[in-house]
């Protein structure tokens, strides 16, 4: 594709409730990343894949996220027993791995809404 | 973990005014990059900063590294309304991962 999509693009869930967000990279793309932006921050780094590898999950906040990346291309990001404090925007970016500060494209973003 | 403190926060500018944006930092990086992030959208990389004191220019924006590589500024002269948007600065936090800065938030008001 053109670049990164993900969706949705709005997500409001019930506290308590199970969400899942997508994310499609860049065609060829081997790296993956989930970052996590609060309202007015910076966005915050939560996993990295490595084709289907998933190389560092440091960021993530609790045993309540999970993501996965079973065939090396799409990307999903499970938020289980959702939180008020999960609400945020989820940002999906995907790079083509040819160094250490190689470019990150960007997805739009899915803006999760707790209730 | 790496701390990239960007000041100032917030800048509301009138249109034609020059700005200068800082990010800093008490560790060493090997690059720095900046990114635009307008809203409803994910960042876009606008320059990569890799070798102490390097400057870059893209158009109107002027890009510098610190000469120690622990700080960067953001220079734009003769702002826009179209400048206006999210300022992230980020360097590698290990594991391809980037860390942010919190951002400057500029407003150019036409």
């Known amino acids: 594709g053109a670049g990164v999509s993900q969706s949705p693009r709005y997500k409001v869930a019930k506290r308590g409730q199970d969400v899942a967000l997508r994310c499609d990279p860049i065609?060829?793309?081997?790296?993956l990343f989930w970052y996590q932006q609060a309202l007015g921050q910076g966005p915050e780094f939560l996993t990295y894949?490595?084709?289907?590898?998933?190389?560092?999950k440091s960021g993530l906040p609790s045993d309540r996220f999970f993501a996965e990346r079973p065939e090396g291309s799409v990307s999903t990001l499970k938020i289980q027993r959702t939180q008020q404090e999960d609400s945020a925007v989820y940002l999906c970016?995907?790079?083509?791995?040819?160094?250490?500060?190689?470019?990150?494209?960007f997805g739009p973003g899915t803006r999760l809404t707790v209730t | 973990t790496q701390l990239l403190e960007q000041s100032p926060q917030f800048l509301s500018i009138q249109e034609g005014e020059n700005l200068t944006v800082y990010c800093n930092s008490s560790?060493?990086?090997?690059?720095l990059q900046w990114y635009r992030q307008e809203p409803g959208e994910g960042p876009v990389l606008l320059v990569t900063?890799?070798?102490?004191?390097e400057v870059k220019k893209l158009k109107r924006l002027t890009f510098q590294f610190g000469d120690a590589r622990k700080d960067s500024s953001l220079h734009i002269t003769a702002a826009q309304p179209g400048d206006t948007g999210l300022y992230l600065c980020?360097?590698?936090?290990?594991?391809?991962?980037?860390?942010f800065g919190k951002g400057t938030k500029l407003t150019v008001n036409p």
């Open positions: 560790s060493v990086f090997s690059s």
């Open positions: 894949f490595q084709n289907e590898a998933q190389l560092d």
């Open positions: 065609s060829g793309h081997v790296s």
């Open positions: 900063v890799v070798t102490g004191g």
């Open positions: 970016a995907s790079s083509a791995y040819r160094g250490e500060w190689d470019e990150q494209y």
């Open positions: 980020a360097a590698a936090g290990g594991s391809e991962k980037l860390v």
